[in-house]
């Protein structure tokens, strides 16, 4: 299928809008393709701002998706630093902050989604940091290099993988939670226990339970004070208590949105020349629990921007990726096929005490998702398990001498 001259217009130059201009491009489309972002630069990762970035192991040339070369061999133009403040659905026009209007004869919304803020007093502090994006993640490394202590509210993984890398550091870090476990709403409770015993025992200290009342200075951070009148040491504080979707441009152009962009099984919005990719978009899941499902990963961008650019290219199909995820935090390399929560019955496989052991999640007696704590083998496994829809029984799961890898390849 080719579109007139207009061409598509991609609002976002993270993951899922680069994905999208690279698969347009290896689907055949030769129309224009334009990624406008508000960022500066040319696309880049995400997942290593709070791990390798954060520890020197590569820098922000290292992080980008591909060179500069390759946009213009592509003939994909990045209009960087500009921010989109309208659609002009009638006239298929997107505005920007610049006044510029750019004509689309599709649009795709890439806009991800934002930090979201820590609503007490002091948490405009400085020494108060996020981390979502390069301009983060360089305030946060420079902190990290003067600070005596450090907190870290929220023990989801942006927190756990920081608070790793502090720990290597051998700088002194207290994670404050306000769930009883770490990682509550992403893992099992049996995994969750596994990733707390890691951290603490390189020097994690957890305070569960706990509530921030507010950030103590005066000037600048120095203390968290919880709740129950405790104070948490800290000239460095990394609040990292979840996102939320960027859905502000489609809600004022008219489009549906529920816990983001909402979008039907082929990504598509309530308008038909308009798209959302990635994690402001809500979409239905054969391999949720619910109805509707908004998912935060790399997986999720890529398999999202190459649904979209099939379709856009005249090959349309259903968004059926199983999705997956990982996390490095220190030893630990956690990754997970499937959407696990909510699960009814999980078993486990291998031994950790033997270096790595995965948790089979089961609702209402199907595979829904597994967890792989230093088994990356069983993780590609149930990648394949899930997407043929080909499920070990409880029993098989946690027998060493079943084997999974034979099921995942079997035919039929």
Not at 235 to 243: A, E, K, R, T, Y
Request: glycine share 12%; aromatic share 4%.
């Amino acid at each position: 299928m080719s579109l007139p001259m207009n061409g598509i217009v991609v609002v976002g130059t993270g993951q899922a809008g680069f994905q999208l201009g690279a698969s347009l491009r290896e689907n055949g489309y030769a129309g224009p393709v334009t990624l406008v972002g508000e960022e500066p630069g040319l696309p880049y990762g995400r997942p290593p701002l709070s791990k390798a970035y954060m520890l020197g192991k590569t820098d922000a040339a290292g992080l980008r998706l591909r060179p500069e070369a390759y946009f213009a061999e592509h003939g994909l133009a990045v209009r960087a630093g500009e921010r989109a403040t309208a659609i002009d659905r009638p006239g298929r026009s997107l505005h920007l902050a610049s006044g510029t209007a750019l004509a689309y004869d599709h649009l795709v919304l890439a806009t991800g989604a934002r930090n979201r803020p820590l609503p007490v007093p002091g948490a405009d502090l400085p020494g108060v940091h996020q981390l979502r994006d390069l301009a983060e993640a360089d305030a946060l490394k420079a902190a990290l290099a003067e600070a005596r202590n450090v907190a870290v509210v929220g023990a989801g993984f942006i927190g756990l993988e920081f608070a790793a890398v502090c720990a290597q550091k051998g700088l002194p870090v207290t994670v404050i939670e306000g769930l009883e476990r770490p990682l509550a709403r992403s893992v099992s409770p049996g995994m969750a226990a596994l990733i707390e015993a890691s951290h603490v025992a390189a020097g994690v200290r957890f305070l569960f339970g706990s509530a921030v009342a507010a950030i103590v200075g005066p000037g600048r951070a120095r203390a968290v004070a919880l709740a129950d009148g405790r104070e948490v040491a800290a000239d460095l504080v990394l609040v990292g208590i979840g996102v939320v979707p960027n859905q502000e441009l489609a809600v004022a152009a008219g489009l549906a949105v529920e816990n983001g962009i909402a979008v039907d099984a082929m990504l598509a919005t309530d308008d038909p020349a308009i798209s959302a990719i990635g994690d402001c978009a809500s979409f239905p899941s054969p391999h949720a629990a619910g109805a509707r499902v908004r998912i935060e990963s790399v997986q999720n961008a890529v398999d999202g921007a190459r649904c979209v650019a099939a379709r856009l290219a005249g090959r349309p199909a259903a968004f059926d990726a199983v999705p997956w995820f990982w996390s490095d935090q220190g030893p630990l390399k956690l990754q997970i096929a499937g959407l696990c929560q909510p699960h009814d019955l999980a078993v486990r496989r291998g031994d950790p005490e033997a270096g790595g052991v995965s948790v089979f999640c089961y609702r209402d007696g199907r595979l829904a998702g597994v967890e792989s704590l230093n088994r990356p083998a069983d993780h590609m496994i149930a990648r394949r398990l899930l997407q043929a829809g080909r499920f070990p029984s409880p029993d098989e799961a946690t027998d060493p001498g079943f084997d999974l890898k034979a099921l995942a390849l079997a035919r039929g």
